[in-house]
């Protein structure tokens, strides 16, 4: 399979806990994004990166989630002192930047978080 | 930022008839908007996208228009199947400060749960 593969599926913590979990992009895609949605709700906007740089943070990563892509390649996402609001499905997307306009975006199946 | 509505948020119609989900945002510099469909359990995944630079896109029994002067654009679903049934999600992205042409982030709709009576 080489679409983007996220891990694990479903995670379920108490809460303070920390989680982090794992998304493999499509290979040679140099853009990365990381997108949490709740339920009934479309997917909102945490944060991406464009090879190994982190370009852009939303306001809904709060300082207790940290994203990182240390080689360019997957990408790890963290969340410390996990609350009940933070249960969600946390989806990652990578694209190919290039061409001079924006690059479809391929989405995981995401993974979905609850805390308990 | 930018923000899309997307109506309806349920959208229930005979199998064969044709299915029209609308989309408004704010930002007019958004330039790019793609369509995705996300089914139980699953990621959204891309159906259909459309540029700024042009004003109707179609691949078979799906078609997307965008009205730049209005802010909307629209997905039509022609000859609806029961496999059509899923969520259905707007979005729109900015062209970044750093990006040089990429998507930094998209924008979605709330979604539109299109059901295909048989």
């Known amino acids: 399979d080489t679409g983007v593969s996220q891990d694990p599926r479903h995670k379920i913590t108490k809460r303070g806990q920390n989680v982090t979990f794992r998304c493999d992009p499509i290979s040679e895609h140099n853009r990365l994004y990381w997108y949490r949605q709740t339920l009934g709700q479309g997917p909102e906007f945490l944060t991406y990166?464009?090879?190994?740089?982190?370009?852009?943070k939303s306001r809904l990563l709060s300082d207790r989630f940290s994203a990182e892509r240390p080689k360019g390649s997957f990408s790890t996402l963290e969340i410390q002192r996990t609350e009940q609001g933070d249960s969600a499905m946390y989806l990652c997307?990578?694209?190919?930047?290039?061409?001079?306009?924006?690059?479809?975006?391929?989405f995981g199946q995401g993974t979905r978080l609850t805390v308990v | 930022g930018e923000n899309v509505e997307q109506h309806p948020s349920t959208l229930s119609v005979q199998e064969g008839d044709s299915a029209v989900i609308k989309c408004t945002y704010s930002d007019s510099a958004s330039n790019y908007f793609p369509w995705y469909k996300q089914e139980l359990g699953k990621g959204p995944q891309l159906i259909i996208d459309i540029r700024s630079n042009v004003g109707e896109k179609k691949d078979q029994r799906i078609a997307v228009t965008l009205n730049k002067t209005a802010k909307h654009f629209s997905l039509h679903i022609t000859e609806t199947q029961p496999e059509d049934s899923a969520v259905y999600f707007c979005?729109?992205?900015?062209?970044?400060?750093?990006?040089?042409?990429?998507?930094?982030?998209?924008?979605f709709g709330k979604g539109t749960h299109l059901i295909i009576q048989p």
């Open positions: 979005a729109a992205s900015v062209l970044g400060l750093y990006s040089g042409g990429g998507a930094d982030g998209l924008t």
């Open positions: 997307a990578s694209s190919l930047l290039g061409g001079g306009f924006p690059a479809e975006a391929f």
């Open positions: 990166f464009q090879n190994e740089a982190q370009l852009e």
